[in-house]
């Protein structure tokens, strides 16, 4: 059974745009089937993103999907961006909206979870995949300490 933090490009058959409008900036989003909220920007991202206080430094974007999180975020607060997915056609896409967003600069990186990633990073954002189980979400959380600077917020 294929699921969005499995790469399958057969998936691939219907790309849309995807529009939100948050912080008082418009944005948009390339998506397509195979990828997590395919149809619409979901309504924890939204939650999520209403509730991150200030940030400053550098952003990791952690299971990053099609770039939501991240780049409102970078948009919005003008940090330096690092996107990481396990699902390479999902960062392509990240990589895509990051551009069509005027998001420059950002570092993506094909990775499960903190396997590729090296550095520390003053923030970072999940939205964890929860139908991955919860091994894999807690791997998630229990590696972000580790790789946050000090005094970093997740």
């Known amino acids: 059974m294929s699921h969005y933090f499995i790469e399958d490009p057969s998936l691939l058959t219907n790309e849309r745009i995807l529009e939100l409008e948050i912080f008082n900036m418009h944005f948009k989003f390339l998506s397509n089937n195979g990828l997590f909220s395919c149809d619409k920007v979901d309504e924890a991202s939204i939650t999520l993103l209403r509730n991150i206080p200030p940030i400053s430094g550098t952003l990791l974007d952690l299971g990053c999907g099609y770039g939501t999180l991240g780049i409102v975020l970078a948009k919005k607060y003008g940090v330096k961006l690092t996107m990481a ?70």
């Open 85 to 154: 997915d396990i699902n390479s056609i999902a960062l392509d896409y990240a990589i895509k909206n990051a551009r069509l967003n005027g998001i420059d600069g950002i570092t993506p990186i094909h990775s499960n979870s903190f396997e590729n990633i090296t550095g520390t990073f003053n923030n970072i954002v999940l939205n964890p995949p929860i139908h991955a189980g919860k091994d894999v979400m807690y791997n998630m959380y229990e590696k972000s300490a580790q790789q946050l600077t000090p005094g970093g917020a997740l």
